[in-house]
Structures are given as C-alpha cells and as structure tokens.
C-alpha cells in the first residue's frame, strides 16, 4: 500500500454524520463561571499575570490545567510526551485574569529534532511568566523531576505543586517529603492538591491571586484558551491515538489537518495521522481498520462537543520516515 494512500477503510466511521442524540450537548461552561456574577467594582485594579506550569512527563500538567480552566484545552493520556506545545488556558475570576501556560514535559533526550523543540519551548515560557507552578508526583522527587527544579529561573517566584494527593496512601509521610523539598530551594508556596478535586483547584486559585500583577486583562473575560479550533482538533485526534495505541505507538506519531471547511453548523475535516514506519500503520488501523475506526469515531464525539456542532471526519494513515529527526519536517508539522 502507498504511504500516500489512505487506508480503505480510514473513512469508515469517522466520516459517518452523527445522528440527532449524538450532536446534542451541553454547552461548555464559561470560563468566568467561578466569578461571582457582580459587576466589578471599579476601586479595586484588575490583576493579570502569566503563569507557567513546569515539571517532568507525566506529573499532570495537562490535567491540572484543564481543571484550572474549566474545560479541557490541552490534551492527556498515560504515554509521555502527550504535551508537545505551548498552551495557554485563560481563566477570570472577579478581577483576576490566570493565564496558564502548560509546557511540554522537559526531554532528558536530547539526540531528537523533536526532542529540542520541545525543551527550547519550555525555555522560552519560563522567560516570559511572572509565576512558575512546579508540578511534581506528592511524595516523589526522582532525577527528571531534579533536572526540571534545576532549570527553574531564580528570579522569578515558583510554586511547588504537589499533584496527586488522591494517591497517597499515608499522608503522615508528606510531612518530611516536604520539608526535604523545602530544603532543595525557597519556594514562594506548597500547595499539595489533586487536580481532579475542584476544592482543591478553587483554593489554588487564592493562593496564587496575590502574585498576579495589577495590570489590565490580555484576554476577554470569557476566553478559554489562544489556540485555535484547527489546532485543538489535531490534538484531540492526536489524544485518542495515543489512549487507543497505548504503549504499541512510538510518541514520535502526529497529526495534521490536511483539510477544514465550515458548512453552516456542519464541519468537514480531514486529517492524516503521521507514522514513521509501515509497522506503525498497521498498529493504527488495526484488524480490519477497527482501531482506527474507533479513533475517529471517539475523536468525532468529542470534536462535536467542543464545538456544539455536527463534524464529518477523515482520518488517513501517512508513513514518513524520520520526521522527528528532521528539524525542517518538525516545524511543518507545526512545531514551534
């Protein structure tokens, strides 16, 4: 089969138009739902500050900044490296604008074009932000996340996140976890949280509100995030793939919308998902092109509920080999 060619049955399921049921939703809510709906009172100045959320591959960045957002913008799975771009989440709440960044997980391997696009990213956040969340694992702290810690900037205030409280099991033995951590730098802050429990996320909030500048906002009051819906729909795609391959797919695996047009509420895209082996491809049609019938068909779904509307999907399988090597090929594909 052609590398160029699309598998047979790539359009299968996913270029099925949903019925009625599955194009209803609920509207997302707003990203100012979390204000308490009074006019501001004009004595009391704005505050807006850019805030960037740091740490190794899998301590739940993506899913922290979801949740401080209120809606998904940035995508998650267990296989590392799902985060490859800068991604900024807006949320305001009464005066306050937050606006996060999340960056991809710092790359300790740096022999990859892909891989030092992805750290040059998270250099170029840090640099910018006037307050760092540093996320880690709450009772763990190994090389990667001491590589990430060494890299922080001294000049600027950095908050240390201990996420996935929900999963300790002894909380007694935080206590000195902390104090060692207390011990490696002087953090402005120690917030031990679960990102999946909204008291948690709501306190965080007033936590960091102080630390935002008094400055007008960047961002209208209901923004969600600066990316656009062509960029959230590659990754959206690009999410199932990884939840559906598991650890099968080398992360090297990307896509690309080839294709977009608007036809009143209905949306035609076309996408090709890049690989860069014939193996690979196989892995992602699976037998019978069931597996990627079921990508497209999960991506359609959520595509539909993210955007309120009907959505028409392509899928198609391309082969290129050794894009992630080529610092050309790596930016046409969108990387920064």
């Known amino acids: 089969m052609n590398e160029n060619t699309p598998s047979p049955s790539a359009a299968s399921p996913a270029a099925e138009l949903p019925d009625s049921a599955a194009a209803a939703s609920t509207p997302a809510p707003s990203a100012s ?3 308490s ?25 993506s ?8 809606q998904k913008v940035s995508i998650t799975s267990d296989k590392a490296q799902t985060t490859r771009h800068r991604i900024t989440g807006v949320r305001t709440i009464d005066e306050a604008q937050f606006v996060f960044v999340d960056t991809p997980g710092f790359q300790m391997k740096h022999n990859a074009a892909l891989n030092r696009t992805l750290n040059r990213t998270v250099h170029s956040v840090l640099g910018d932000v006037d307050l760092v969340l540093y996320v880690l694992e709450a009772g763990r702290f190994g090389l990667d996340d001491a590589k990430v810690l060494s890299l922080l900037p001294e000049d600027k205030p950095v908050v240390m996140i ?3 409280l929900d999963a300790v099991q002894r909380r007694a033995e935080l206590a000195p976890w902390l104090k060692s951590m207390a011990e490696r730098r002087s953090f402005a802050e120690f917030v031990p949280l679960s990102a999946k429990k909204e008291s948690d996320v709501t306190r965080l909030f007033k936590i960091l509100k102080p630390y935002l500048p008094e400055q007008g906002w960047f961002y209208e009051e209901d923004a969600l995030t600066d990316r656009s819906e062509k960029f959230l729909a ?28 608007d036809e009143g509420e209905l949306r035609r895209i076309s996408a090709s998902i890049v690989v860069e082996r014939d193996a690979h491809k196989g892995m992602i049609i699976g037998s019978g092109g069931e597996r990627l019938k079921r990508i497209g068909s999960e991506a359609r ?17 391309k082969v290129r080999s050794g894009w992630a090597d080529t610092e050309e090929r790596v930016r046409s594909y969108g990387y920064e």
Not at 37 to 61: E, H, Q
Not at 234 to 253: A, N, V
Not at 301 to 317: A, N, T
Request: aromatic share 6%.
């Open 33 to 35: 739902a979390a204000s």
């Open 37 to 61: 709906g009074a006019a501001l009172d004009p004595s009391v100045p704005k505050r807006c500050g850019l805030i960037a959320i740091v740490g190794r591959p899998n301590v739940g960045k």
């Open 63 to 70: 899913t922290l900044l979801n949740a401080l957002v209120g």
């Open 162 to 164: 201990a996420n996935k």
């Open 234 to 261: 590659s990754e959206i795609i690009r999410e199932k793939l990884f939840r559906l391959t598991g650890d099968e797919l080398p992360y090297t695996s990307t896509v690309v919308i080839d294709k977009w047009e």
């Open 301 to 317: 779904q959520e595509l539909e509920h993210l955007m309120q509307g009907r959505v028409f999907l392509e899928l198609w399988v």
